[in-house]
């Protein structure tokens, strides 16, 4: 791979390595750069669906179960949760203690991530409690009922957590044809829990003025 355009100092900063899988599709090593570059404003242009969604899930799913067990303070107790679920809440539990925070929900549910809340809505809790009658619409109740499955629910989650996963670890994803998709789909399940909530975020996303600014085209 030719590099020899570009300074070597910056080399050093970023690694040929990790400029090597753009630089080989775009044949160039400044244009390569480019693309690096655009691919980090991707990133950050997708940002704000993906806190929309997050934020909305995690405290409608909170809100949701506290109401239905008559417990705020479930998520710390195991009989709600399969040992695996259990197991990532000590830990936790643990990492606030080392932190000097309180063990409260909220700090809880601050460390968790995605993955946790996706899997909240797999197979493993289906008949624990998502079958009680009207307790998936109190979670989502602005959704179609043809949504209101947990399989389908789960696998459309899970997706948009590997989606994320690859946002945050600066992996590239700006030759995905699926980027407007999945950020449509961030905002359309924030959109079932509240629809107000989903439009404050539409209103400050900028995904589409920077894909428009792709620089191999």
């Not at 390569?32 to 899930?57: K, Q």
């Amino acid at each position: 791979m030719d590099v020899s355009g570009l300074p070597a100092e910056l080399l050093r900063a970023v690694s040929i390595n990790r400029l090597e899988p753009y630089v080989s599709i775009c044949g160039d090593a400044r244009r390569g750069l480019s693309v690096y570059l655009w691919n980090v404003s991707l990133c950050e242009a997708m940002y704000p669906a993906l806190h929309c969604c997050e934020i909305a899930l995690r405290n409608s799913m909170y809100e949701t179960l506290s109401e239905h067990f008559g417990n705020r303070d479930w998520i710390f107790d195991r009989r709600y949760l399969v040992k695996r679920d259990g197991d990532t809440i000590a830990g936790v539990m643990r990492r606030l203690e080392d932190y000097g925070k309180p063990l409260t929900p909220d700090n809880v549910m601050a460390e968790l991530t995605l993955g946790f809340w996706s899997t909240m809505l797999s197979a493993s809790y289906d008949a624990r409690y998502w079958r009680s009658p009207g307790l998936l619409r109190r979670l989502f109740p602005n959704a179609p009922r043809s949504e209101l499955n947990i399989a389908r629910l789960h696998r459309q989650l899970n997706h948009l957590r590997n989606f994320r996963n690859r946002i945050f670890h600066q992996e590239p994803v700006w030759n995905r044809s699926d980027l407007a998709r999945n950020r449509d789909d961030c905002y359309r399940f924030a959109e079932w829990i509240s629809v107000e909530w989903s439009n404050r975020f539409r209103k400050i996303d900028r995904f589409d003025e920077i894909y428009l600014f792709c620089p191999v085209i």
